[in-house]
């Protein structure tokens, strides 16, 4: 690690054959916490190449404990976090939203390392039990449309660097890398990321594989639309930037997406939410991010009868009890 490290230092790029075999040793504990910590620092201080985060995506999916759900094309609605934004989980709503609209959902997610609640820490607080059996999750996605899939359970390779990320407490090239390394490959994502270069390298590698995607970055810095500015889309078609008049819908204020200060709070303001008692700005945000999820699943259907199927599963309370079934099975 020393050598590569110093040719780090000295401005060097990694191959995508090396960036993986370090990964690889990275997940075998062969470095030591200081030179884990310095590794992942230099991706902050410099941006990250396509090679480098193919490599390291090559190198966790080939790690993962993957499990079969092609039957049922499932689409994951996931942010790479790290945006210092504090929302509410918006990509966690919007994934209940979607699945009570009928779609299959596989969402992928772990705890916060940036912000104050993750998916996970909110799945957990409504008492739901990660697994990682093939079978429990086909069952959970035939009774409620969706099934969680918590990273450490199929990323044993991410133990080894788990408490140094956690003692770093930033984004590090390991936000980046959540949301391209579910284990059931899903036909279908729905990506939002922190920066435009990130989204620009998540473009660059999609595009050369047989799925459905859509990439979201907001032009004021969110991983997820946010409504709060116009935002750019990728789409294997192009990119677009798509301003939330263009939408039919009015710009709101930072602090009506807030997500309070603790897990707590963020399950009061979920909860709230799916009982279809948010705000209006609470609402159009996870029904505007369901809307287009919809639509990467099926291109053919117009944003407007997604956003209607969107506000039948949350206002008829479709979403709601989608997650009382997860959680209940």
Same mark, same amino acid.
């Given at each position: 690690m020393k050598a590569i490290l110093n040719r780090l230092y000295n401005h060097e790029r990694l191959s995508k054959s090396e960036a993986k075999q370090i990964l690889k040793d990275i997940a075998a504990e062969k470095y030591n916490d200081a030179h884990l910590a310095s590794f992942m620092t230099v991706f902050m201080m410099r941006p990250i190449t396509a090679d480098e985060l193919s490599g390291f995506r090559d190198a966790l999916k080939e790690l993962s404990i993957k499990v079969d759900l092609s039957d049922y094309n499932t689409i994951d609605i996931v942010g790479t976090g790290g945006d210092g934004k504090d929302t509410f989980n918006i990509s966690t709503l919007t994934s209940f939203i979607v699945a009570g609209t009928g779609q299959k959902v596989a969402k992928? +997610? !772990?705890? %916060? &390392?940036?912000?104050?609640?993750?998916?996970? =820490?909110?799945?957990?607080? *409504? +008492?739901? !039990? *990660? @697994? !990682? =059996?093939? %079978?429990v999750l086909k069952e959970h996605l035939e009774k409620a449309n969706i099934c969680f899939l918590h990273a450490p359970k199929f990323h044993p390779a991410?133990? /080894? &660097?788990? $408490? @140094?990320?956690?003692?770093? /407490?930033?984004? @590090?090239? *390991?936000?980046?890398? +959540? $949301?391209? &390394?579910? $284990? %059931?490959? $899903?036909? !279908?994502?729905m990506l939002g990321t922190f920066n435009l270069e990130v989204a620009r390298l998540y473009n660059y590698i999609l595009q050369e594989e047989d799925i459905n995607y859509g990439i979201i970055h907001a032009l004021d810095g969110y991983d997820e639309i946010s409504l709060t500015s116009g935002f750019k889309f990728f789409t294997k078609n192009g990119e677009q930037i798509i301003n939330p008049e263009d939408l039919g819908q009015k710009r709101i204020q930072q602090s009506e997406i807030f997500g309070g200060n603790s897990v707590t709070d963020a399950a009061k303001i979920f909860k709230s939410i799916l009982e279809g008692k948010g705000t209006e700005a609470q609402n159009n945000v996870v029904l505007t991010n369901a809307a287009f999820a919809l639509t990467i699943v099926d291109e053919t259907k117009p944003f407007e009868v997604a956003f209607n199927e969107a506000k039948d599963s949350l206002f008829g309370l479709k979403a709601k009890q989608t997650l009382e079934k997860l959680v209940s099975l």
């Open positions: 992928h +997610g !772990n705890y %916060s &390392v940036s912000s104050q609640s993750g998916s996970s =820490d909110m799945l957990e607080s *409504f +008492g739901y !039990n *990660f @697994t !990682n =059996d093939e %079978s991410m133990k /080894a &660097v788990g $408490p @140094t990320r956690k003692a770093l /407490a930033l984004k @590090t090239f *390991f936000n980046m890398l +959540g $949301p391209l &390394v579910n $284990p %059931s490959s $899903p036909k !279908n994502h």
